[in-house]
């Protein structure tokens, strides 16, 4: 088993940012940022040294009074390497067998960077042991969207990319300039307005924001090198902002939010534009919308938003789903029938306390 350390950190890095399935939630940047995680990440290498796969490992620890009981081992968008290359992928899974020894975790879940109708990925994924849930259609019942909007923007130019969208998606951009929104990258004291947007974002769409410490946290680990934060302004007022994560080849809109006024002067078309632009700019080959639904019915309450994204005439990308493989069918069970339950009751009563503006 060969784990990441202060020797070969970098070397993991690079290899993280030049391949194709490398990801930002499998960087060491961002397992600072999940600090109630442990993180620990396995490789695999060739004869020569050369790392041939990855897989960065966030740990959530169950302790009583001080002592680890259980964990939960997660490995977001993992693993990254030749996703047909079972040798090395069943490498990593065994290395993280051997981690989850250290840590008492009952299961090992991963979601995938890869489309659905890949089945022998699929396959190889079976033949080493994993279950695959792969009825999940709404943002809740998954942790990273299993549908996305993805935009290829390589070798492309503006007015390549502009054409290409939608009209009314080309008309609503152009409004916004035409009505003087403005667009600036903001600094960390800056997130306290984006918050404040988030929160009333929130409130009107019915889901749960986290605090403001999450975002700055956020900030120092990935700011400026791969994290931005735009706001887009009118009359002088910030009225929508959004947080673009640059990593290896890929740009993804992590993060928006719209205040309640001044919606018909369209900020929120002018800042997808601008993130796509900064997608060009680092000479990137995807710009990731991230999440929508994968009900695509006009009555379904989220379809606005997959509305919204394919106006820019991205792929619309299903992904594989959520792999696990339990590990300690007890501690899972229990997992399943007390702790989830309580979290998703936690949840809701924040999500309340939240619309009554406590």
Same mark, same amino acid.
């Given at each position: 088993?060969?784990?990441?350390?202060?020797?070969?950190?970098?070397?993991?890095?690079?290899?993280?940012?030049?391949?194709?399935?490398?990801?930002?939630?499998?960087?060491?940047?961002?397992?600072?940022?999940? %600090? $109630?995680?442990?993180?620990?990440? #396995?490789?695999?290498?060739? !004869?020569?040294? /050369?790392?041939?796969? &990855?897989?960065? *490992?966030?740990?959530?620890?169950?302790?009583?009074?001080?002592?680890?009981?259980?964990?939960?081992?997660?490995?977001?968008?993992?693993?990254?390497?030749?996703?047909?290359? %079972? $040798?090395?992928?069943?490498?990593? #899974?065994?290395?993280?067998? !051997?981690?989850? /020894?250290?840590?008492? &975790?009952?299961? *090992?879940?991963?979601?995938?960077?890869?489309?659905?109708?890949?089945?022998?990925?699929?396959?190889?994924?079976?033949?080493?042991?994993?279950?695959?849930?792969?009825?999940? %259609?709404?943002?809740?019942?998954?942790?990273?969207?299993?549908?996305?909007?993805?935009?290829?923007?390589?070798?492309?130019?503006?007015?390549?990319?502009?054409?290409?969208?939608?009209?009314?998606?080309?008309?609503?951009?152009?409004?916004?300039?035409?009505?003087?929104?403005?667009?600036?990258?903001?600094?960390?004291?800056?997130?306290?307005?984006?918050?404040?947007?988030?929160?009333?974002?929130?409130?009107?769409?019915?889901?749960?924001?986290?605090?403001?410490?999450?975002?700055?946290?956020?900030?120092?680990?990935?700011?400026?090198?791969?994290?931005?934060?735009?706001?887009?302004?009118?009359?002088?007022?910030?009225?929508?902002?959004?947080?673009?994560?640059?990593?290896?080849?890929?740009?993804?809109?992590?993060?928006?939010?719209?205040?309640?006024?001044?919606?018909?002067?369209?900020?929120?078309?002018?800042?997808?534009?601008?993130?796509?632009?900064?997608?060009?700019?680092?000479?990137?080959?995807?710009?990731?919308?991230?999440?929508?639904?994968?009900?695509?019915?006009?009555?379904?309450?989220?379809?606005?938003?997959?509305?919204?994204?394919?106006?820019?005439?991205?792929?619309?990308?299903?992904?594989?789903?959520?792999?696990?493989?339990?590990?300690?069918?007890?501690?899972?069970?229990?997992?399943?029938?007390?702790?989830?339950?309580?979290?998703?009751?936690?949840?809701?009563?924040?999500?309340?306390?939240?619309?009554?503006?406590?």
């Amino acid at each position: 088993m060969i784990l990441v350390n202060d020797e070969n950190r970098e070397k993991y890095i690079e290899f993280l940012q030049k391949h194709p399935k490398g990801h930002f939630l499998q960087s060491p940047e961002w397992a600072k940022v999940k %600090k $109630e995680w442990l993180n620990e990440v #396995v490789l695999v290498e060739d !004869e020569q040294g /050369k790392i041939k796969g &990855s897989m960065s *490992l966030l740990i959530r620890p169950f302790k009583f009074h001080g002592k680890l009981i259980t964990s939960l081992m997660y490995s977001p968008r993992g693993p990254v390497c030749d996703i047909h290359d %079972k $040798e090395t992928f069943q490498k990593l #899974v065994e290395s993280a067998k !051997e981690v989850a /020894k250290k840590y008492k &975790s009952f299961i *090992l879940c991963l979601d995938p960077d890869i489309p659905s109708d890949d089945k022998e990925f699929e396959n190889i994924a079976k033949e080493i042991g994993f279950k695959i849930k792969s009825d999940a %259609k709404d943002f809740s019942q998954v942790i990273q969207p299993r549908y996305v909007f993805r935009l290829n923007v390589k070798d492309k130019t503006e007015e390549e990319l502009l054409k290409s969208f939608h009209e009314k998606t080309r008309y609503n951009i152009r409004l916004a300039i035409k009505r003087g929104v403005t667009v600036r990258e903001g600094t960390r004291e800056d997130l306290k307005t984006f918050h404040k947007i988030m929160l009333e974002t929130g409130v009107r769409d019915n889901f749960l924001i986290r605090p403001l410490e999450y975002f700055e946290k956020m900030y120092d680990e990935l700011a400026p090198n791969y994290m931005k934060l735009l706001i887009a302004e009118y009359e002088g007022n910030p009225i929508a902002a959004v947080i673009p994560i640059i990593y290896g080849n890929k740009v993804w809109y992590l993060y928006g939010a719209s205040s309640n006024e001044y919606r018909n002067v369209m900020p929120n078309y002018l800042l997808q534009w601008e993130q796509i632009k900064l997608a060009l700019e680092n000479h990137c080959d995807i710009y990731d919308f991230r999440g929508v639904s994968g009900h695509v019915d006009e009555n379904h309450p989220q379809y606005g938003i997959y509305k919204f994204k394919k106006g820019f005439n991205g792929d619309f990308v299903e992904f594989v789903g959520e792999l696990y493989m339990v590990l300690n069918p007890f501690m899972n069970f229990l997992y399943e029938k007390v702790v989830r339950p309580m979290r998703s009751m936690k949840i809701r009563k924040a999500m309340r306390a939240e619309k009554a503006g406590k």
